[in-house]
């Protein structure tokens, strides 16, 4: 079926799960968003308006109206009901967002962004958070805000199509820009992730764009497909996936809680098994079990202590040692803390940090952490 209005978020969307797509596209089904997609809307609406009131107002921040602006945003909000339980969660994100940036009215490019692209017999829809016109407008520099609590790394902000995507449009709107320096923030962490593209992510985005495109209008179907996204997803309720036994799914903090006692008993009868199995294979040898053997194996792995010699042969044999040489980050902790070396390293650092999924001992002995 082709298709004439084109969405970035819809197309990862049919992507990710082409069943949650037609519900939402085709179908039209009203959607039940779960609480993190309300949250983050809201939050982007009460962003926008805050940077627009400064900018109406010809100021740079306006710290003091965050709370009014906050409230008129979360009671106007078109989908509602909010959860008021997460106010001051919300109000958090839009300060989080006003500290991080002092509005620059010269450079502004735009603020929520939405401004449709006519592109071949498509017409694209994509809203970027914030942007600036830098350099006599040659470098674009694009601003997304995130609400997320999972703290990307860099590597993930580099693979992510969205970031290609507010470049591409820029890049055709405005073919004087020469440099795309895109930046997602993350406002529960105070982490900026920032990706540079020269003009030639134009062609390498659009490529792509047409092979997603392609694959969308050829749909004939749209089954299920259950993932990390059915956490975001507005129809789960709905979901014939959901009726399948065994599938898990949490919709509810209380679900979420149940999964999260269910993994600990599991993880200790892990736990046993695998110590079991460990001192069976130590005295027996190893153990094949459909394709997959258990049992001891070897990690052969040297290091050298005498850094000095090292440096030398590399040297002598033409190589840079320096190649080889690489920062312990658990002894790197220290050095930062200490107050003289600290303030000297610092221009040197690089933020590596990423949020994983794990669990830790909650040290306060609460249920929430
Ligand atoms: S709950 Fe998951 S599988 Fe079901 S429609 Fe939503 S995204 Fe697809």
């Given at each position: 079926m082709a298709v004439k209005n084109v969405g970035l978020t819809a197309l990862e969307l049919y992507l990710d799960c082409p069943r949650a797509y037609a519900f939402e596209r085709i179908e039209r089904v009203p959607a039940h968003k779960p609480e993190p997609l309300l949250l983050g809307g809201v939050a982007h609406a009460a962003i926008a308006a805050y940077f627009q009131h400064c900018y109406g107002n010809g100021l740079s921040s306006d710290l003091e109206r965050i709370p009014e602006i906050c409230r008129v945003t979360w009671q106007t909000y078109p989908e509602q009901p909010l959860p008021h339980h997460a106010y001051d969660d919300y109000v958090g994100l839009v300060e989080a967002a006003a500290r991080s940036y002092t509005l620059d009215a010269e450079?502004?490019?735009?603020?929520e962004d939405r401004e449709p692209l006519a592109f071949e017999r498509w017409t694209v829809w994509l809203v970027i958070d914030l942007w600036e016109l830098h350099d006599d407008g040659l470098t674009a520099v694009i601003r997304d805000w995130k609400s997320d609590h999972h703290l990307w790394s860099q590597a993930d902000a580099e693979q992510a199509l969205q970031l290609q995507a507010y470049a591409w449009k820029l890049g055709i709107q405005y073919p004087q820009i020469q440099r795309f320096v895109c930046e997602y923030h993350f406002l529960r962490h105070g982490k900026v992730r920032r990706v540079e593209y020269d003009r030639s992510v134009l062609a390498r985005f659009e490529e792509k764009l047409r092979a997603m495109i392609a694959l969308r209008e050829g749909a004939k179907d749209f089954p299920p497909r259950p993932g990390a996204h059915c956490q975001w997803c507005s129809y789960s309720e709905i979901c014939p996936a959901f009726k399948v036994p065994g599938v898990v799914?949490?919709?509810?903090?209380?679900?979420?809680?149940?999964?999260?006692?269910?993994?600990?008993?599991?993880e200790k009868r892990l736990k046993d098994r695998k110590e079991a199995l460990k001192a069976f294979t130590a005295a027996h040898g190893k153990l094949a079990v459909n394709g997959i053997v258990f049992g001891h194996f070897l990690t052969e792995s040297h290091t050298v202590e005498d850094l000095v010699t090292l440096g030398q042969v590399l040297a002598e044999a033409g190589r840079d040692p320096w190649e080889?040489?690489?920062?312990?980050?658990?002894?790197?902790?220290?050095?930062?803390?200490?107050?003289e070396i600290g303030p000297k390293l610092e221009p040197l650092l690089v933020d590596k940090s990423y949020s994983s999924f794990t669990s830790r001992k909650d040290k306060g002995g609460r249920d929430d952490a």
């Open positions: 450079h502004l490019g735009g603020i799914h949490i919709e509810t903090p209380e679900d979420a809680r149940h999964i999260g006692e269910e993994i600990l008993v599991l080889l040489v690489r920062v312990d980050a658990t002894k790197l902790k220290p050095l930062i803390r200490d107050p």
